[in-house]
């Protein structure tokens, strides 16, 4: 409770901002929000985890439309008055549903669209939240409440210089434990909405899992010459790292002629 300002600034403006349970360990904080919200400016970007409301409410303030969904009423609706707060609700497609459920029906429909259109494009499917052109895929699904930080335990490198000195165990998250789909499934999932995705996670997740999602066929399809890379955003709030935003395609820096 002492750091819900962190999460909403707002968050004592009358009549304040709301929270779950779950969404007190698992909003992401604001000033973090709106750093990844300013890296992924576009039309339209697709929330698929929007729980409370924070990220969305961020992207609010630089994409032209948000799509947010939620497997719970509740949160929806607690998501929906906070962002009546902060002024932006008008430009948020709140959606009460899974998000594998959406990605299959959007896909479905690009995929009817592109075998009836006459040299049209997604974008003249129509205005609906299904059939709009997604630019970017946020994913911050559930990682299992505080218990991510378990992990698997793995030995630390000693520090050079200091032989006095036991190495410790630092824990490493693995993304077959995200839900509703493993880590990697769910991201092939994304990358087949758009090749712009960013993915928030634990601050301990296994790194050598994170560069196998990019395989290398599509690696290679980057075009220029180069191999398609991914860029690793550490997220500290002070002296503590809270989490890591990885983006990938034209969201990595440096790959902007990634961006379709």
Avoid at 108 to 123: C, E, F, L, P, Y
Wanted: hydrophobic share 40%.
């Amino acid at each position: 409770f002492y750091q819900r300002h962190r999460f909403f600034s707002l968050y004592s403006e009358p009549p304040g901002c709301l929270l779950d349970t779950e969404g007190w360990y698992s909003i992401t904080p604001e000033a973090i929000a709106d750093q990844i919200a300013d890296r992924c400016r576009c039309d339209t970007v697709l929330d698929a985890f929007c729980g409370v409301g924070g990220n969305a409410i961020a992207f609010a303030k630089t994409c032209q439309r948000v799509i947010a969904l939620d497997t719970d009423a509740t949160r929806l609706a607690l998501a929906r008055h906070n962002a009546q707060i902060y002024g932006v609700a008008d430009r948020i497609e709140f959606i009460l549903t899974d998000f594998v459920a959406f990605a299959e029906a959007y896909l479905s429909r690009v995929d009817a669209s592109k075998q009836s259109a006459t040299g049209g494009s997604v974008n003249a499917l129509g205005n609906n939240a299904s059939s709009r052109k997604i630019d970017v895929v946020f994913l911050s699904p559930p990682w299992g409440g505080p218990s991510y930080l378990q992990g698997t335990s793995r030995p630390a490198s000693p520090v050079k210089g200091s032989s006095d000195i036991s190495p410790t165990e630092h824990p490493t998250y693995s993304l077959a434990s995200i839900r509703p789909l493993p880590g990697d499934e769910l991201f092939a999932l994304s990358r087949r909405i758009s090749r712009n995705v960013a993915y928030y996670l634990p601050r301990n997740t296994d790194l050598a899992e994170i560069g196998a999602l990019v395989k290398e066929e599509d690696a290679l399809a980057a075009g220029k010459g180069k191999r398609e890379k991914i860029e690793i955003e550490e997220e500290w709030m002070g002296n503590k790292l809270k989490a890591l935003t990885c983006y990938f395609g034209g969201l990595a820096m440096g790959q902007g002629h990634l961006f379709d």
